[in-house]
């Protein structure tokens, strides 16, 4: 099965051993001393220095991450939906909706806590520091798959129960364990109540749908329609009268 996941799926491989690297690079980092957050802070986390000047920013903050339960959570929903992604949709369309996913949804959420004007002004937002903070990690990316995912399933029920038993499971329990452990760990579903974790309400509560993760989860819904749009209008016949 190992195998068969490198050579079928090698674009989901490389994104999961890049993450991986670049945690374990972190971490030999901050064991020798240097303060994760002043790294993140002032070089590779998402914040508003990404709109003046700092573009890099925009790449590096998908692929930062320095927990384990962190990285752990983020290789298995993206080993699972990455997967699902990569063959229903193919190599290339799966790895520019992918980053296309991570990079708008962190500009969702500071735009949702900061408002429009800190696309202009980097000083033009009170929130930062609290209730945005930095932002980092590949869970964004992620949910634009999970959206992605769930608009080709509603359309293509037939293809959701095509794959073996095996498969079903090991899908089935990553999809299940990832999405809920999110609205569990990261927003307290169970301490909050089901409408707080999707809205959070007032700081520094952040809900699913207020945060990277809804970001990335609307834009992956919405990047599916367009690839479906696009694809019916390709094979839809020719019917202009000459």
Known sequence: MIKNVLND??????????????FAVLNILVWNGIEFSSLVQDYIGFNEKAFHGEYWRFFTS????????????????????????????????????Y???????????????CGVDILFDANNCNNLGNSFGIGYGA??????????????????TERLFYSSIISRFFYGTSMLVYIVGTLIIGHGLFSNGVVSA?????????????????????TGILLSLLIMALRSVKVRPNTTAF
Request: charge should be negative.
């Open 139 to 156: 869970s964004g990316c992620i949910f634009g798959l999970v959206g992605m995912l769930l608009v080709y399933s509603l359309s293509n």
């Open 198 to 218: 999707l809205w959070g309400f007032g700081s520094p509560s952040v809900g699913f749908m207020e945060h990277t993760h809804g970001g990335g989860f609307i």
């Open 99 to 113: 980053l296309s996913s991570g990079l708008l949804a962190s500009i969702y959420n500071i735009v949702g806590h």
């Open 62 to 97: 998908l692929f930062v991450h320095v927990e384990f339960e962190h990285i752990f959570g983020n290789s298995l929903g993206l080993l699972a939906f990455g997967t699902l992604a990569e063959r229903y949709f193919g190599r290339c369309t799966h790895i520019l909706f």
């Open 9 to 22: 799926y090698p674009i989901t491989v490389i994104l999961i051993s890049i993450n991986i690297s670049i």
